[in-house]
């Protein structure tokens, strides 16, 4: 099992360590360091259910919540089977396309796998019970208190506790107002008492003190904390909740340029290995522009602030090694998938450059050569003997025969990353990797995959 971050720190030194890694964007209350310093408490962060894994931008959420887990509070992560019906309007230009329930069940499925892989649940901790001090994490779907709430319960009890002029004040709202070409729904619109009851729930019924969430979550959150006062000043002698509730923001993960983290030309880069294997997982991070580097380092690794100094004043003085884009890559394969796919994907990473490409399985290699152009050839023609110059004429890599002799003589063309100096050599079925691949290459960059079926 692989454990996410093992140190425990002091709840003073957490709040210590979230500001220094630029984690805290805003909080609501300026007395929350020393609340965190004193008490355990009970924090919360929702993930709606929009796809069937999360992508790499909730890691921030999902690692944040683990650090407070390290530091003995408890982690609530909740899955918006409920919210994710409507879709929260904040930090989007238009509305999101809805989903239907079917959709939203496998989301859920493929999300609660993801988290469980962040946070130690009750099960886990007691797999190991002599190593940790945690309190269990709770993976909770919203639904659960939503279905059995009829929409005249929510108007009247819930609803009459938010004037439209609050709501339309609120900046994920007025933004959308303010967009006379796409606007807001009365939908999405709702979607702030959504969430506001979210958090009054768990705060009434988990002793939940603290909802976490991205920058733009802001309006979001400081709504569930009035309407816990609301709803405590409404009806003391109830069983309403407490009325000490926070907030707490982090930044918005974006690229120094101001764009958008975590999009590449192949598409999102998501948690599941599924959807972006271990091998790309890892190549998105090394290549990791210096400007972005150590503020990643500082959001999504449990590295001490003493090695993280050590990283920026090598990005500094000797940027050309790319030392921090390769402890952030390792760093963040081996929180994601674990310690076998980070070996996987280095050992990868170094066939690309060598002859060591042959001992590579078929899906890693498939993965390594996943952006190259590929040809699909019979196994047939094998025995029929395929001479090298047909196969670098058939492939693109040379447009003649004529010029592909030549690449022979001047050394420029490889077999599986080893040069063939001789114009007459021909494909063999021992040149097959995996029983089925030969990688084709002309200089340094120009790969071709043939795969013999």
């Given at each position: 099992?692989?454990?996410?971050?093992?140190?425990?720190?002091?709840?003073?030194?957490?709040?210590?360590?979230?500001?220094?890694?630029?984690?805290?964007?805003?909080?609501?209350?300026?007395?929350?360091?020393?609340?965190?310093?004193?008490?355990?408490?009970?924090?919360?962060?929702?993930?709606?259910?929009?796809?069937?894994?999360?992508?790499?931008?909730?890691?921030?959420?999902?690692?944040?919540?683990?650090?407070?887990?390290?530091?003995?509070?408890?982690?609530?992560?909740?899955?918006?089977?409920?919210?994710?019906?409507i879709g929260d309007p904040s930090g989007k230009t238009q509305e999101r396309s809805l989903l239907t329930s079917e959709q939203i069940a496998k989301n859920l499925l493929g999300i609660r796998a993801v988290i469980a892989r962040f946070l130690n649940t009750d099960e886990k901790i007691k797999e190991t019970p002599e190593k940790t001090k945690e309190r269990p994490a709770l993976i909770v779907n919203n639904n659960s208190w939503f279905e059995g709430i009829s929409y005249i319960e929510f108007l009247r009890d819930i609803g009459k506790h938010f004037t439209v002029n609050h709501m339309v004040a609120k900046e994920s709202v007025r933004a959308r107002l303010e967009d006379r070409e796409h606007g807001i729904s009365y939908t999405e619109f709702s979607y702030m008492l959504l969430q506001a009851y979210d958090f009054y729930h768990l705060n009434k019924t988990k002793d939940c003190q603290l909802q976490i969430g991205g920058s733009d979550q802001w309006g979001n959150?400081?709504?569930?904390?009035?309407?816990?006062?609301?709803?405590?000043?409404?009806?003391?002698?109830?069983?309403?909740?407490?009325?000490?509730?926070?907030?707490?923001?982090?930044?918005?993960?974006?690229?120094?340029?101001?764009?958008?983290?975590?999009?590449?030309?192949?598409?999102?880069?998501?948690?599941?290995?599924?959807?972006?294997?271990?091998?790309?997982?890892?190549?998105?991070?090394?290549?990791?522009?210096?400007?972005?580097?150590?503020?990643?380092?500082?959001?999504?690794?449990?590295?001490?602030?003493?090695?993280?100094?050590?990283?920026?004043?090598?990005?500094?003085?000797?940027?050309?090694?790319?030392?921090?884009?390769?402890?952030?890559?390792?760093?963040?394969?081996?929180?994601?998938?674990?310690?076998?796919?980070?070996?996987?994907?280095?050992?990868?990473?170094?066939?690309?450059?060598?002859?060591?490409?042959?001992?590579?399985?078929?899906?890693?290699?498939?993965?390594?050569?996943?952006?190259?152009?590929?040809?699909?050839?019979?196994?047939?023609?094998?025995?029929?003997?395929?001479?090298?110059?047909?196969?670098?004429?058939?492939?693109?890599?040379?447009?003649?025969?004529?010029?592909?002799?030549?690449?022979?003589?001047?050394?420029?063309?490889?077999?599986?990353?080893?040069?063939?100096?001789?114009?007459?050599?021909?494909?063999?079925?021992?040149?097959?990797?995996?029983?089925?691949?030969?990688?084709?290459?002309?200089?340094?960059?120009?790969?071709?995959?043939?795969?013999?079926?």
């Open positions: 099992m692989t454990r996410i971050g093992t140190t425990i720190s002091s709840n003073h030194d957490l709040f210590q360590d979230l500001e220094q890694r630029g984690i805290i964007k805003q909080i609501t209350d300026p007395d929350l360091p020393q609340v965190l310093q004193k008490q355990s408490l009970t924090v919360y962060a929702g993930f709606d259910p929009t796809s069937d894994s999360l992508h790499i931008g909730s890691l921030l959420p999902l690692l944040t919540l683990r650090r407070f887990q390290l530091a003995g509070h408890q982690p609530i992560a909740v899955v918006g089977g409920a919210t994710g019906m959150i400081t709504a569930g904390i009035e309407l816990i006062r609301r709803m405590r000043a409404a009806d003391p002698t109830q069983n309403t909740p407490r009325t000490d509730a926070y907030g707490l923001t982090h930044p918005l993960v974006m690229k120094a340029d101001g764009t958008k983290f975590g999009k590449t030309e192949r598409g999102t880069i998501w948690l599941d290995p599924k959807k972006t294997s271990p091998y790309h997982f890892y190549q998105f991070f090394i290549q990791t522009a210096d400007a972005d580097v150590m503020t990643l380092i500082r959001y999504f690794t449990f590295l001490s602030q003493a090695e993280i100094q050590v990283l920026e004043e090598s990005l500094q003085k000797e940027p050309e090694k790319r030392l921090a884009q390769l402890a952030l890559a390792r760093e963040v394969t081996r929180l994601v998938h674990g310690q076998d796919e980070l070996i996987r994907a280095e050992k990868a990473t170094q066939a690309l450059f060598g002859a060591e490409i042959r001992s590579l399985d078929e899906q890693t290699l498939l993965d390594v050569m996943g952006d190259a152009p590929s040809t699909q050839k019979s196994k047939d023609i094998l025995t029929l003997g395929y001479t090298l110059i047909d196969s670098l004429v058939d492939s693109g890599l040379c447009p003649s025969k004529g010029a592909a002799r030549k690449e022979i003589a001047g050394g420029g063309i490889y077999v599986n990353n080893v040069r063939v100096n001789d114009a007459a050599a021909l494909l063999k079925a021992d040149d097959l990797i995996a029983g089925s691949h030969v990688v084709l290459r002309r200089g340094k960059k120009n790969y071709h995959l043939i795969s013999f079926r």
